[in-house]
């Protein structure tokens, strides 16, 4: 056999590999929270769709940035017409009124199905905690004023966590896109 017939089946047999199966963590909690426009917005009704969150807040000046510039990049890699959805919740409610979602909202969306969320501050921490299993909560001095996690975290149609992403890694929109293909398969 030739060399390039050799390295054609080679890549065959890599492409013809399964993908590995990505773990079932945690289901999302079906919390009560509030969208950009004031509408109330069951985290349930994502169900259906393969969904990509995260836990920002606007006035951040620290991670934050990077994390909405990510979710910016991820969409327009997911097409239109998949059952995606996108959905960015402020830890600081106190400051991220739905007013002020609108204007951030405004400013960085890119596409209709990126949604960013708000509520109770107790309750929001609860859900990136103990729901998500994500960090959040009160700083150590010195910090920025509030504490959260720098993860993307990818749920499928079901509504279970499936993983976990460096929300400030340059790479993760391409990742996170690769992730949300093979949840759409299943």
């Known amino acids: 056999m030739r060399r390039s017939s050799l390295l ?28 950009e426009s004031g509408a109330a917005v069951n985290l349930g009704s994502m169900k259906g769709n393969v969904t990509v969150y995260d836990f920002i807040f606007t006035s951040c000046t620290g991670i934050c940035p990077i994390m909405t510039n990510n979710m910016r990049a991820l969409t327009p890699k997911i097409d239109k017409d998949a059952p995606v959805r996108f959905v960015s919740i402020s830890v600081d409610p106190a400051r991220d009124t739905p007013a002020v979602l609108r204007a951030y909202a405004q400013k960085h969306r890119n596409d209709p199905r990126w949604t960013f969320l708000t509520g109770e501050r107790q309750a929001i921490l609860d859900l990136s905690v103990k729901g998500f299993k994500l960090a959040a909560g009160d700083p150590m001095p010195g910090g920025e004023p509030l504490l959260h996690s720098s993860r993307f975290a990818v749920a499928d149609k079901q509504g279970v966590i499936r993983g976990y992403y460096d929300a400030a890694d340059g790479k993760v929109p391409e990742e996170v896109a690769a992730v949300v293909e093979q949840l759409l398969d299943e």
């Not at 990505?22 to 509030?34: K, T």
């Open 8 to 35: 054609f089946l080679f890549l065959c047999a890599i492409a013809c590999q399964p993908k590995p199966e990505l773990p079932q963590l945690f289901p999302v909690p079906d919390a009560r929270l509030v969208d």
